[in-house]
């Protein structure tokens, strides 16, 4: 075994230097600053308490820094996997209850069991089943969703719901019951915050402060938000006016848990864990590759997996929750120069410090502040324009977007993800169920081919060539053989036809049998099959069968030395312009 591969650390490790650490020490401070109001932000909005945010922000970053690969991701709670860990365990319990505390770690731990075994077994291209536009559509209608949660907490009212109607209603019912000083504060924090992310940078660059520290200060002004806040909060008493804070926070390190044992919650939560991973999983890829081709670096998806998965079992026995890459804290992380997974570590000791000597003084934090943070951090997840460059470019993809957006803003989060896996494996099949492919005929003077309907080329009314532009399997077997057929009754001169196959990858056992029945049908009308530019392992798999030594015609290299072969004698026409 390569321990190398399965402990990332041990390639960065030892060539670990000062001014390495110094960069990521760096890194830490200001990534922790960010960490702390995030986390617990997180935590009230998955339904369980302050604290266990604090708790999963400990232990799993020290455990990705020793087998992740992303040399600057920051992992820890995030919005759209918080939102998700609250719809599965609100069926099951009340929220803040000890049964939900241990729907969470449970959710953790199965969510980090899955993408460790994924991780071993080398899936992390199933990343890929899901398009880009569902993947867009879902985070930005979580983001609406989650937006929406966290009003409630801004007006002070009592609210609930799973999508954005449920929601709505709710707020609409309780809209006479507004906290006048809840609402001062967080609409206060929230206009706050909005400023500070589009004009604060501007106005401090005016004001002669370097780009990289107005940047840096511009990123962590939620942490002012919640010293302000919180100050006002206990000079004035308000929880006695009916502003809701955090509350009491227990001080001190998590302690290490084990996961519930009852097998019917295993049950109840696998597939929300599997949903989770799966939606963790692409987004820290995303993120972490995003980031790695900035300093010409890669990661490694398959073991991206168990860097996530291993932290979420880090989670999971240390009382927190599923985690995954955050892209907010990321960028943050990698434009403060962290230069190695050691930064993410030495954000750990920052929270652990926190949790050890500052929850005294969280518990004075209006729960309006924290509702501000999330809404203004997930305002930048939603992105409804590329609802319009996706219907310009591609009516499918634009369809199942929609579908995706819809089902997560009416019924819940994990419609919308299965209907986004489902729908973005249905265009898949029924894209390359049929296939482009285009008769074609040769540029003159030269060896090139080109659609006939395309290009002025030389055609031979006895051979047809027919170039096929996607690998063939069992979902466009039947799709290649009517087109053949259709070509060859349409053509009452043709005596010899060539599949044409510099872009098919795979040849699969129904496909096999289609040429099979392609071959013998031709050869009953008197036509000879030929194949031209079939890759090696193509090639490779046909030699084990008997269809090569049953093939009416001959298999060539190129399609060039196909038409000197079989039209080399031809009295040509031309093709349509």
Known sequence: MNLKRYLPILQWAPQYGRSQATSDLVAAVIVTVMLIPQSLAYALLAGLPAQVGLYASILPLVIYAVFGTSRTLSVGPVAVVSLMTAAALAPLADAGSPEYMAGAVLLA??????????????????????????ISGFISASGIVI?????????????????????????????SDINLPTLAIGAGALLFLVFARKQLKPLLVRFDVSSGIADILTKTAPILAVLVTTLVAWQFQLDQQGVRLVGIVPSGLPDLTLPSLDWELWQQLAVSALLISVVGFVESVSVGQTLAAKRRQRIDP????????????????????????????????????AETPAAGA?????????????????????QATLAATIIVAVSSLIDLPALGRT?????????????????????????????????????????????????????????????IRRHQVEICPQVAFLRVDESLYFANARFLEETVMDLAACEPELTDFVLVCPAVNLVDASALESLEAINERLQDAGVRLHLSEVKGPVMDRLQRTEFLSHL??????????????????????????
């Open 552 to 577: 009416g015609g001959q298999v060539f290299l190129s399609t060039y030395e196909a038409w000197q072969v079989l039209a080399g004698d031809c009295e040509l026409s031309k093709g349509l312009a």
């Open 147 to 175: 937006a929406a949660s966290q009003l409630k907490h801004v007006l002070g009212v009592q609210a609930s719901g799973q999508n954005l109607l449920t929601i709505g209603q709710s707020l609409i019912r309780s809209a």
């Open 346 to 366: 030495y954000t750990a000791i920052g929270i652990a410090l926190a949790t050890l000597f500052l929850t005294p003084a969280i518990a004075y934090l209006p």
């Open 109 to 134: 731990v199965i969510s980090g069991l899955m993408l460790t075994l994924m991780g071993f077994l080398r899936l992390g291209f199933l990343a890929n089943f899901l398009s880009h536009p569902v």
């Open 391 to 451: 219907w310009r470019y591609s009516r499918p993809d634009f369809g199942a977007m929609l579908a995706t957006i819809v089902l997560t803003l009416a019924h819940s989060v994990e419609a919308g993800i299965i209907a986004g896996v489902v729908l973005s494996l249905g265009l898949f099949l029924y894209r390359t169920s049929r296939p482009h492919s285009a008769v074609v005929g040769r540029v003159p003077g030269t060896e090139h081919f080109r659609n």
């Open 302 to 337: 398959d073991q991206e997996l168990i860097g996530l998965g291993t932290a979420n079992l880090g989670a999971g026995l240390s009382g927190g929750m599923p985690v995954t890459g955050g892209f907010s804290r990321s960028v943050v992380n990698f434009d403060a120069g």
